[in-house]
């Protein structure tokens, strides 16, 4: 039995190394990697010479298809069992069965041989017509006629108290027996794929916002059908809004299904065979047919939907920080009124009040100066506004208050930004955020979030799940399970390429960390709460339940700037540090000296043999090169290179906008069919996927994505319908043509 496991695992990493196009030894490395606990950025960063330098995306492929691999492989088993225990399993059967590659597939075999509800065809056995119906199968009979055949098969005590009964349940049988059909099942696929459509028509519930209008009386082939039509489609089918349902030629498919079944149009009961044939057809077949292929439309629709969010989160948390700032964040309501607080450069919160300039108080003079009290006591440099309700008149009050306020001091460095706020409501009412803020309200954590999610989106985010941050489509209607461990794989990929500061990290940001669970992050800040501050990696082991495997698998990602040893605040592991001072040692820097000795290292490397210093250090090739450029780029932040959000001073409304003005806007989310702009109104522009390049563009995501600061053109405005179209600036200028 181990043997066959063995060979069973073996098989598995081949056919994945075959999938993938990749070395089977890189496979099996990364296999057993996985097995033994490893995580993916570990093996990504730390790892490289026994993968082979896959990066994560790569990584994650393989851990899937390993689990797919693994659930068929388990399935067959579960399969084989079953046919043998029933006695009918042959070598040919059994050959079959191992040599499925898809579950669906191996469902189609197993059909047969499956234990059934009562049908039918099963009432018909029964009744003993199963000889019968041997007989309309097999085609061979051409003399008499299927009447005084089925007579002999009359028993009133059994339930067939007529010819006619007769025959009709052996034409049950019959259809039963074309439904289980693989290879028929495969070519009507294969027809339903390449021919069949989706129609919808209206159904029988309201819809008062006239959402799904565009699908009232709406007619695609499958093959063409867009994801987001398939997830809009369902939910209205969902709803009631919307009938849905698969149409294919149907003569077409019956005459291939007659050429399939009816072989020898001489049979005494090929006009029998013809009818079981319709009647599987329109019973079983196509019933079938039409759920598994609206299931597969589902998936692929699902599948692009997470990919979508995935891409959108990414970019969403790997904004670049505004650190170092002192910032006002307000979250707007109407009747509760705004909510303030201002947090200092590394997030501690200072203070907090209410203001109230939105209906129905409307006190907006009295908001400004509280503003300005709250500006002055701080020293205030960035205000953030979250962009729910209320925003537009708050964000007027804002842009009044800087306006004043520059009229005091025209160099003054006072700006503001809106904030996408999505999730905020769910933090504040967490037992994280209780946690954090035990004496404040509820309704005053939100805007504690909404101003520390601009200093460190990253850090900020992580406290709250991931499909609440509302940067996708669809998003409640898609597999949760499935969009829950892609977002976590995105979560957990960014945490761990920006790195985390060891004694200023969240549990939450820290639970992120390769290696550690929720629990030992919650260890970790009950330690740093304490006994202070982390003086360098190896104190990790005094956190109770960290051993040596998660401190391996963790260590590399800890930044501490507070260490004494410099290596601690890089991503060079712990591992590699002897290799590392050996390196300074053969370029003549000391250990005290390499932070001070940043702008000497690329100097120092330029003519270095990395394969031959590797060799000579001990370590691989990859490694020396991580060791490189760390120390060339000790504490850096990834982020730091990409463009700041935009800050504004002033405001416009729809009335200010007109066709052809030029505006600069940031990227809130990017879907299939282009892109929401925040350009500084109320309501973001959309720049439909049209318009975004003179060039046909396929995927928005090879233009935008969330956060980039584009340049825009003002297509339409519709100030009623509160609709604005944009188009990218410089589309259709001589220069893109």
Same mark, same amino acid.
């Given at each position: ?92 059967? &059994? ?37 019968? @119906? ?127 079944? +009816?072989? *020898? ?46 891409? *959108? ?83 007027? !009050?804002? @842009?009044?208050? +800087? ?101 200023? !990290? ?53 930044? +501490?700037?507070?260490?004494? *040893? ?148 003002? @297509?339409?405005?519709? &100030? ?15 220069? @893109?043509?």
């Amino acid at each position: 039995m181990q043997n066959n496991k063995k060979m069973s695992s073996d098989g598995i990493i081949s056919q994945i190394a075959k999938e993938l196009s990749l070395p089977a030894g890189h496979v099996s490395a990364v296999t057993s990697m996985l097995e033994e606990g490893a995580t993916i950025p570990f093996m990504a960063r730390y790892r490289q010479e026994r993968t082979g330098g896959l990066d994560e995306e790569i990584l994650r492929e393989i851990r899937d298809r390993l689990e797919y691999l693994r659930l068929l492989a388990e399935r067959k088993e579960t399969v084989l069992a079953s046919i043998r225990e029933q006695g009918k399993l042959t070598e040919e059967l &059994e050959e079959q069965v191992r040599s499925c590659s898809l579950l669906k597939d191996l469902e189609d075999i197993y059909l047969p041989y499956k234990q059934k509800r009562k049908t039918r065809a099963s009432i018909a056995r029964e009744k003993g017509l199963e000889p019968l @119906a041997d007989q309309m199968w097999e085609e061979d009979v051409v003399n008499g006629s299927p009447e005084s055949i089925a007579a002999t098969f009359i028993n009133a005590e059994a339930g067939v108290p007529d010819v006619e009964d007769a025959l009709q349940g052996a034409r049950d049988i019959c259809a039963e027996w074309i439904n289980e059909e693989v290879d028929l099942r495969n070519a009507l696929r294969k027809q339903i794929q390449r021919h069949g459509a989706l129609r919808t028509s209206r159904g029988s519930e309201p819809d008062e916002r006239e959402t799904f209008r565009e699908y009232y009386d709406f007619n695609c082939k499958i093959s063409y059908l867009k994801p987001h039509q398939i997830l809009a489609i369902n939910r209205g089918e969902r709803e009631g809004i919307l009938g849905a349902k698969l149409e294919i030629l149907e003569d077409k498919a019956l005459e291939r299904m007659e050429r399939f079944i +009816i072989t *020898n149009r001489k049979s005494i009961f090929s006009s029998h065979l013809s009818l079981a044939l319709r009647d599987s057809f329109k019973r079983l077949l196509f019933p079938a047919l039409e759920r598994e292929a609206r299931k597969e439309l589902t998936e692929k629709a699902e599948e692009h939907a997470i990919h979508t969010f995935a891409e *959108n989160l990414r970019n969403l948390l790997l904004q670049p920080p505004l650190s170092a700032r002192t910032v006002m964040g307000i979250d707007p309501g109407y009747r509760t009124g705004c909510k303030v607080a201002v947090v200092d450069g590394t997030g501690k919160y200072l203070e907090g009040t209410t203001i109230y300039p939105t209906p129905p108080l409307k006190k907006v003079r009295e908001s400004i100066q509280t503003m300005d009290r709250l500006i002055d006591a701080h020293g205030v440099t960035l205000i953030a506004i979250g962009n729910g309700t209320g925003s537009r008149e708050t964000e007027l !009050a804002v @842009a009044a208050l +800087i306006s004043e306020r520059q009229t005091r001091n025209r160099d003054e460095d006072l700006h503001y930004l809106i904030v996408n706020e999505a999730g905020a409501s769910v933090y504040s009412a967490s037992p994280l955020a209780k946690q954090e803020f035990p004496d404040l309200e509820a309704a005053m954590r939100g805007n504690i979030s909404i101003a520390r999610r601009v200093q460190d989106p990253l850090a900020e985010l992580v406290k709250i799940d991931p499909k609440s941050i509302g940067v996708g489509l669809y998003q409640h209607d898609v597999n949760q399970a499935n969009l829950s461990r892609k977002l976590d794989d995105v979560v957990e990929s960014c945490v761990n390429n920006v790195g985390v500061n060891l004694n200023s !990290a969240s549990s939450s940001l820290l639970a992120y960390v390769s290696g550690l669970s929720r629990t030992i992050a919650e260890k970790i800040v009950s330690y740093r709460n304490k006994n202070g501050i982390f003086r360098g990696r190896q104190e990790l082991f005094k956190v109770s339940g960290l051993g040596a495997f998660r401190f391996q698998q963790a260590a590399g990602f800890l930044r +501490i700037p507070e260490s004494s *040893n410099p290596l601690d605040n890089t991503a060079i592991h712990p591992e590699s540090y002897d290799a590392t001072l050996k390196l300074c040692d053969s370029i003549g820097v000391q250990p005290g000296e390499i932070p001070d000795s940043v702008a000497l290292f690329p100097i120092k490397f330029r003519n270095l043999k990395t394969d031959e210093t590797a060799r000579k250090l001990g370590v691989g090739t990859p490694t020396l090169e991580l060791i490189m450029e760390q120390l060339q780029k000790p504490g850096r932040d990834p982020r730091e290179s990409l463009p700041k959000p935009l800050l504004r001073q002033e405001i416009l409304s729809m009335s200010d906008l007109r066709e052809g003005l030029e505006l600069e806007g940031t990227v809130r989310n990017v879907v299939d069919f282009g892109a929401f702009v925040d350009i500084g109104v109320k309501q973001d522009g959309l720049l439909h996927i049209s318009k975004m390049s003179s060039k046909r563009v396929t995927n928005p995501h090879d233009v935008v994505s969330v956060g980039d600061i584009i340049k825009v053109r003002i @297509a339409s405005v519709d &100030e009623q319908r509160g609709r604005i179209s944009l188009e990218m600036a410089g589309m259709n200028s001589p220069e @893109a043509l």
